[in-house]
């Protein structure tokens, strides 16, 4: 008996050691990860700093309530608010799903007046991913995540793209809520001056702009914020994934500080002594590579192999597409892209699926160039058998 839920198509393989992007399974096989677990060991596998701050933490206080001061969580609170250039505060969960359902409920009670509900509409995207709670199932903008689990909340609409959200607001719209690249859509970027717009006539209208950086964030697309990348300030920022390191973690920075009152929200687990210290030393490890020049080398590097393949595989690939160490791929159909990602598999190097095309990337942002020409050499050794195969079809 498995005793596990059915929720997860998992490979055959159990993981029991990892160094920064290379990981090792139970038969002591060597695997290249461009994954970092969807995103979030963003400082590498076993990375030392981040396990003595945590070892150093566990030896002392893991976990008290929310109800007593915790330190590590007001100075995490402080970095963050101080960083993403949002003159507000930050609420800690342990999840983006948590995250973005923190979001919509500051959004739906700052469209309240008196308790009175006067503005609750949220829009969002299609092809958008928000999480997997009933709410922010339903602000997800893809069909096939509504099929069960109903009834839904109400309140939610779906643009088909930025310049297509003004046609939808009305005067119950209290938010829009976007990814800035969308992730599990298909690593798919918006236009700078299109958002950069509509940051602008949100604002002119009150209606808020609540950007998800739960895969953006934490220096993935390069910047520390992919806000700060678009040059725009959100009404409020949600954070997770790489944020711990590997440790959960969610995150909401808001300047509505004002909104939630004690009683309307809370977390048991959330912005504990363990989770924010965790997140402490992730920042300021990716502060320091930041500011030496190596993320920005190593995101150079990582690009050049990405293009590389795709003009290499004309017959399999339109384009390489996102920002930083957020990229993808984009295969001429779903079946080449599943065939890749199963092949990689077998050659030992760990990538993803994402939209309907896409061939994602997610590497640890302190991947070294021996990793990435390792990674894609094995790459390029599953491609070769696949357009193979191709060439005899």
Known sequence: MNYLLNTYSRFDVEFIRGENATLWDKNRNEYIDFTSGIGVVSVGHGNIRLSNAICDQARNIIHISNLYRIPPQKELAEILVKKSGIDGGV???????????????????????????????????????????????????????????????????????????????????????????????????????????????????????????????????????????????????????????????????????????????GSTFGGNYLSTRAGIEVIKILDEYYESGMLKEIINYFDSKLVEIAKEFPNLFDNVSGFGLMRALKTHKSEIRDEIVKKAFEEKVLVLKAGNNAVRFLPPLTITKEEINEGFDRLKSAIFKIEGKQCEN
């Open 91 to 265: 609420f800690f969960c342990n999840s983006g799903a948590e995250a973005n359902e923190t979001a919509l409920k500051i959004a739906r009670k700052y469209g309240e007046v008196n308790g009175e509900i006067k503005r609750y509409k949220v829009i969002t995207l299609e092809n958008s991913f928000h999480g997997r709670t009933i709410s922010t199932l339903k602000a997800t903008g893809q069909p096939k995540f509504h099929t069960y689990f109903g009834p839904f909340p109400d309140g939610f609409d779906y643009a088909k793209n930025i310049k297509d959200i003004e046609n939808k607001i009305d005067d119950k719209t209290i938010a829009v809520m976007i990814e800035l690249i969308q992730g599990e859509g298909g690593v798919n970027p918006f236009d700078k001056e299109d958002i950069q717009n509509l940051a602008k006539f949100l604002k002119e209208k009150d209606i808020l702009l609540i950007v998800d950086e739960v895969q953006t964030g934490i220096y993935r697309t390069g910047e520390f914020l992919a806000s700060n990348l678009y040059e725009i300030t959100p009404d409020i920022v949600t954070l997770a994934k790489g944020l711990g390191g590997g440790v959960p973690i969610g995150a909401v920075i808001t300047s509505l500080v004002d909104v939630l009152k004690p009683g309307d929200h």
